[in-house]
């Protein structure tokens, strides 16, 4: 069974910094493609950066050099670097593998950033 299991949110004040953690497990096929995700209160989900399996990366506007995003294969994990947070960057944020056609969710981890 394929589980994603996110860590690394929580409080932050604005101009600070956290370092988001996406771990797979029961993936047995390679990962295409990794990705974060983010749905502030009342709002749609949104993407915040994406990489691929040759390690091009793609991000949201309101978040280029800020964040960074990085994957490490062997243990089937993304990361996301976040930089410089703003108080537009609270929400939930989610990691997405896409795997063979499919794709698998995490759960969420919250990030608050206070003005």
């Known amino acids: 069974q394929v589980q994603l299991v996110e860590s690394g949110g929580g409080l932050v004040q604005a101009g600070g910094s956290l370092r988001l953690y996406c771990a797979a497990s029961?993936?047995?096929?390679?990962?295409?493609?990794m990705g974060w995700y983010r749905q502030a209160p009342g709002k749609q989900r949104d993407l915040v950066a994406t990489i691929n399996s040759g390690g091009s990366t793609n991000y949201a506007d309101s978040v280029k050099g800020r964040f960074t995003i990085s994957r490490d294969n062997a243990k089937n994990t993304v990361y996301l670097q976040m930089n410089s947070l703003k108080p537009e960057d609270t929400g939930v944020y989610y990691c997405?593998?896409?795997?063979?056609?499919?794709?698998?969710w995490g759960k969420g981890t919250l990030v608050t950033v206070s003005s």
């Open positions: 029961g993936i047995h096929f390679t990962i295409l493609a």
């Open positions: 997405l593998f896409s795997v063979s056609g499919l794709e698998y």
